[in-house]
């Protein structure tokens, strides 16, 4: 058995190594015939050549691939939800977050098996914990960016009240007057995204005219009010349509879109509410049957033998019994 | 003659301590890969605690209260739990009566304090009604408004007060959005600041098509929203009490005492106050008012009076 143990690893070594080689091959060029390798020159030095990353490529045929790297991107997330950070910077952060964790769980883990004399918390809780707050640092990021989006949707759709009056005849332009507005607010998302060309992380080339910027902007920070301002500018630049009564009406719309929407939140909410309010019935239940489960289960000593059980841990030995007060144990126990 | 240097096996807490000190030194290099620095630390825990420094505001100036009244009283809230709870001499009871200062006492203030912001808000939307007919009967603006609150009603009377005077309109307007603290009447002032200097007819057909329908839609929202939360809480009351009755039935059964007299049932009792406030938070965040963008008046003010328009 130990002689085809170390066969195997033999095998997989070489395996290894051989890929590694015929990656390398294949990375450099080596077995290209040189025509070839020419024809790509001259292609890629007169643009012909596809130079878009795997992933982009591999995307374009299937499109759910291309729709997960999308949604998972991280660089995305944090140009969306605001962040200064750049990707490599939060995946440095994250994981610090994630060994202090794992810091702090192991000296407790050490600190209380000195006191009890026998492991307290299980092994694989420390590193459970370190993988949730990274779980849970991704989360977050995501619900920032979800609430960004949210945020820069109602800015907007506020400022459309009065843009109609400010950019009017003789006014100022919608992009001034826009950047005027934005940085008046509290939270600043639309000034934010607006000032400095900070959209450039998500939309790298500027469009050529402000509505296909607006249009960019929105496709991808996806907050499709920007996709309908772009058109309003459109008609009114280009169709030379009145400013006042265009952005009234998109702010008339807005505002009928966002009160029919908190109407449909709210009649849900009343449907959704019967639940917490069903669910105060479990602390009376706690507060009646606790007591019982406890004389059933043998006391103290029962007791946490089947908490115990339940958490897959294994109980407190009896010195940890004898070095605690007695006045906290049960008084089956003390 | 040579020697060889032979290490001993490490003891198993030295082992531990080069693994401890591994893990420090791993998180400094990714923190300072990172680039966490501590004062831009602090400010993001401000700029994320003010929302709620916010929401305090906004309760005090429910409550008709100011800022520090009401933190006081917060503060009062608390001591009064804890003493309460010393009182008994029940180590739990300090807790239990910490949480109550801590978060029963403004969710019981809360509703008052969102009644009031309500009747304060219908009152200013039929003022805003009102400017609107009186320009539509060709009086200017700011004598139609400097008319109406000479005249306020008793809910509105303090906010408008300002305008009563003699004092420029846009200060005026920026100081009755800082005493009304809600995002409606923000709104509302905004689009009087911008429009009053430029283009009044403009300002006219605003109210008439979008604000006003859109502040009576909310309106209408949020009183449904706050008879909804109204009926919530009677129920939250109703549970309150028949699980205070119940604790105090279940403590005079002498084997349900001893249980509840021990740390377990201590911490049973935690946990069932936990839940409780856990659904009574999930309650509160189920039942959603229509958002408005929050506006810094001053900077509207100062950014649009130097162009002529404020």
Not at chain 1, 110 to 137: E, F, K, N, Q, T
Not at chain 1, 308 to 332: D, M, Y
Not at chain 2, 112 to 118: D, P
């Amino acid at each position: 058995m130990l002689e085809l143990m170390g066969a195997l690893r033999w095998i997989l070594l070489v395996m290894l190594a051989g890929g590694a080689c015929i990656a390398a091959a294949w990375h450099f060029d080596l077995y290209t015939p040189s025509h070839v390798a020419a024809t790509r020159r001259l292609l890629r030095m007169r643009g012909l050549l596809d130079t878009r990353p795997i992933q982009v490529r591999v995307g374009e045929r299937i499109p759910f691939l291309k729709q997960l790297a999308r949604e998972t991107s991280l660089t995305r997330l944090l140009a969306i939800s605001g962040s200064r950070q750049e990707p490599g910077q939060w995946v440095a952060m994250t994981a610090g977050l994630g060994l202090l964790v794992l810091l702090v769980l192991s000296a407790l883990s050490i600190v209380l098996r000195a006191a009890a004399g026998s492991s307290v918390l299980p092994l694989w809780l420390a590193p459970s914990a370190a993988g949730g707050i990274v779980v849970l640092a991704y989360a977050a990021s995501r619900q920032s960016s979800r609430g960004r989006r949210q945020t820069l949707t109602l800015e907007l759709g506020d400022m459309l009240v009065t843009l109609g009056v400010l950019v009017g005849p003789g006014g100022a332009s919608v992009e001034d007057a826009l950047l005027s507005l934005a940085r008046c607010t509290r939270e600043k998302a639309v000034y934010e995204l607006l000032r400095n060309e900070r959209w450039t992380q998500l939309v790298p080339v500027r469009p050529r005219t402000q509505y296909q910027l607006f249009w960019a902007i929105g496709d991808a920070y996806e907050v499709p009010l920007f996709r309908t301002l772009g058109d309003v500018i459109r008609s009114v630049t280009v169709k030379g349509l009145d400013p006042l009564e265009q952005y009234t009406n998109l702010a008339t719309s807005v505002y009928s879109a966002r009160l029919a929407d908190a109407q449909s939140q709210a009649a849900r909410a009343k449907i959704k509410l019967a639940i917490p309010v069903a669910g105060m019935i479990l602390p009376l239940l706690v507060l009646l049957t606790a007591p019982l489960i406890y004389a059933i289960v043998g006391g103290g000593e029962g007791m946490s033998q089947w908490l115990f059980s339940l958490a897959s841990v294994r109980p407190l030995s009896g010195r940890a019994f004898e070095t605690c007060p007695q006045s906290w144990l049960p008084p089956a126990i003390a | 003659m040579t020697h060889a240097i032979v290490l001993a096996p490490p003891t198993p807490l030295q082992f531990f301590a080069e693994v401890m000190l591994l893990l420090v030194l791993g998180c400094a290099a990714f923190w300072v890969v990172a680039g966490v620095d501590g004062l831009a630390l602090a400010g993001g825990i401000r700029r994320r605690a003010e929302p709620f420094r916010e929401r305090e505001r906004d309760v005090a100036a429910g409550l008709g209260w100011s800022a520090r009244t009401w933190a006081w009283a917060r503060v009062a809230a608390v001591g009064a739990g804890i003493l309460a709870g010393l009182s008994t001499g029940i180590p739990i009871a300090v807790v239990g009566g910490l949480l109550g200062g801590l978060f029963a006492f403004p969710w019981a203030l809360a509703a008052r304090a969102e009644r009031r912001r309500l009747r304060t808000e219908r009152a200013f939307v039929a003022m805003v009604r009102e400017v609107r007919d009186r320009m539509l009967a060709n009086t200017a603006f700011d004598q139609a408004l400097r008319d109406i609150a000479d005249t306020a009603p008793a809910e509105l009377r303090e906010v408008l007060s300002p305008l009563a005077g003699d004092a420029p309109m846009a200060e005026a307007l920026v100081e009755v959005e800082r005493r009304a603290r809600s995002p409606l009447a923000t709104m509302i002032c905004l689009a009087f600041m911008l429009s009053r200097t430029r283009n009044q007819a403009a300002l006219v057909d605003l109210l008439s098509d979008t604000l006003l329908p859109a502040a009576t839609a909310a309106l209408g929202i949020e009183t449904e929203a706050d008879v909804t939360a109204t009926q919530q809480r009677t129920i939250v009351y109703i549970m309150l009490l028949i699980e205070g009755g119940s604790l105090w039935y279940v403590s005079s059964v002498p084997t349900f005492h001893q249980f509840y007299a021990n740390v377990l049932g201590q911490l049973t009792l935690v946990v069932i106050a936990v839940m409780f406030l856990g659904l009574t938070w999930v309650v509160g965040r189920m039942l959603r008012r229509p958002a408005w963008t929050r506006w810094d008046m001053e900077s509207v003010r100062g950014e649009f009076e130097g162009a002529g328009l404020a």
